[in-house]
């Protein structure tokens, strides 16, 4: 079955970059690796030979599942979004009632989800409770380790990063 992506234009470069990458830099890295443990001899008792075999694994996998994901993509266009109410591709500030502070969320796809940089999947369980919101609402989340309450102060558009940076 096939799962729909859904990116901002950002995470979607980033996939085709490390795609660009794996497919290039990586699996000659991995080739050579695997050259230079076959000449050490019997692949049998050989770790190096395993270890580089585990790499080129890992390394074919990794590019499946990002082309599994490129080809069923759907980027978002910011452009088209009200800035205002909180959707994907918004950078939204809250209070947390619990530890009275305020924490700045952007609302990322699964795929590009990274909660200690502060970014959120939109499929979350405060991400996907803060779609649609706008500031001023209050919002009370069912979380793994108990339920939390937030007041949405501010949301505006995540900055789309250029390519020079």
């Not at 978002?76 to 979004?81: F, K, L, R, V």
């Not at 501010?154 to 900055?159: E, G, L």
């Amino acid at each position: 079955m096939e799962k729909k992506v859904t990116l901002t234009r950002d995470g979607h470069q980033k996939l085709v970059d490390e795609l660009a990458y794996l497919k290039g830099t990586k699996r000659e890295e991995v080739k050579e690796s695997l050259a230079k443990a076959r000449s050490f001899g019997d692949l049998s008792e050989n770790s190096e030979y395993d270890e580089a075999k585990d790499e080129q694994a890992k390394t074919e996998a990794r590019i499946s599942e990002i082309e599994e994901m490129l080809k069923n993509v759907e980027i978002i266009d910011e452009a088209n979004i009200r800035a205002d109410i909180v959707n994907l591709g918004s950078t939204v500030k809250v209070l947390d009632y619990e530890f009275d502070e305020e924490v700045e969320y952007s609302i990322v796809g699964t795929n590009e989800a990274n909660p200690l940089a502060g970014k959120i999947s939109d499929q979350s369980p405060i991400g996907s409770a803060m779609l649609g919101k706008g500031a001023g609402e209050e919002i009370t989340v069912q979380t793994p380790s108990g339920e939390l309450k937030f007041k949405i102060l501010a949301v505006q558009r995540s900055k789309p990063m250029s390519h020079a940076e």
